[in-house]
């Protein structure tokens, strides 16, 4: 089973609002099962990375981090925007990783890939497992800001985030994905994970439009 890309007549295309972040898009397109052409509104999205770090005892590495949109201090897991020119996700899934939570990986594989919200933004979201940690030397420190200064880490068993997503207590959508597949992998023995660099096929069709 496989999410099947598809190649669509656009009859228009419109920036209709431009953000500090993200513009809105508005598309005229046609599909061969509609009956009249159709309008959508969608957020343009750079596309961004995000990073479950393991320690050598299984434990993911979260941080409490205010977001404004939904006025909650949620716990998330290290994570960016792909808004730096020609970075490749993985070199930019370490950046992120060293910035936010002042760790460096000697392994990392993809865990998981995932679009956001089709029906309203075009955003895709690769998770990397990044495991044999170490710490950057605090005189390379990544030196943090606005809501980034007040980030509360903490080193949290698998197990125990596992059942505070399930009991509804984490409720960051690419946390829970990050936890629940790094569970699953876990069971599996870690064999069948894909390396950093494999192919993104989501992303690599919609930066081809």
């Keep these: 089973m496989r999410d099947q890309p ?21 598309e005229t397109f046609t599909l061969p ?4 052409p159709m309008v959508r509104d969608f957020v343009r999205h ?4 995000a990073i479950a ?8 590495f979260l941080m409490r981090q205010y977001r404004h949109p939904i006025r909650t201090r949620d716990w998330e897991i290290p994570a960016g925007l792909l808004d730096v020119d020609g970075e490749d996700p993985a070199a930019a899934a370490r950046r992120e990783l060293a910035e936010e939570a002042d760790l460096r990986a000697a392994d990392w594989h993809v865990l998981a890939d995932y679009v956001s919200s089709p029906g309203g933004m075009d955003e895709t ?33 698998l ?3 596992r059942e505070a ?17 790094a569970c699953a992998a876990r069971e599996r023995g870690w064999e069948d994970l894909r390396p950093a ?13």
Excluded at 46 to 49: S, W
Excluded at 141 to 156: L, M, V
């Design 53 to 60: 770090a393991l320690d050598a005892h299984d434990r993911i």
């Design 159 to 161: 197990a125990e985030a």
């Design 46 to 49: 750079t596309g961004a990375v």
């Design 125 to 157: 979201l690769r998770i990397y497992l990044a495991r044999e940690l170490s710490e950057v030397p605090d005189a390379e420190r990544f030196a943090r800001a606005d809501e980034e200064s007040g980030i509360e880490p903490r080193w949290t068993p």
């Design 197 to 209: 660099d494999a192919p993104w096929p989501a992303r690599e069709h919609l930066r081809g439009r």
């Design 6 to 26: 598809v190649d669509v007549e656009v009859s228009d295309s419109q920036t209709v609002f431009r953000g500090k972040v993200w513009d809105v898009q508005r």
């Design 165 to 181: 997503v399930i009991a509804g207590g984490i409720g960051n959508a690419t946390t829970q994905l990050a936890v629940l597949h």
């Design 33 to 36: 099962e509609a009956q009249r």
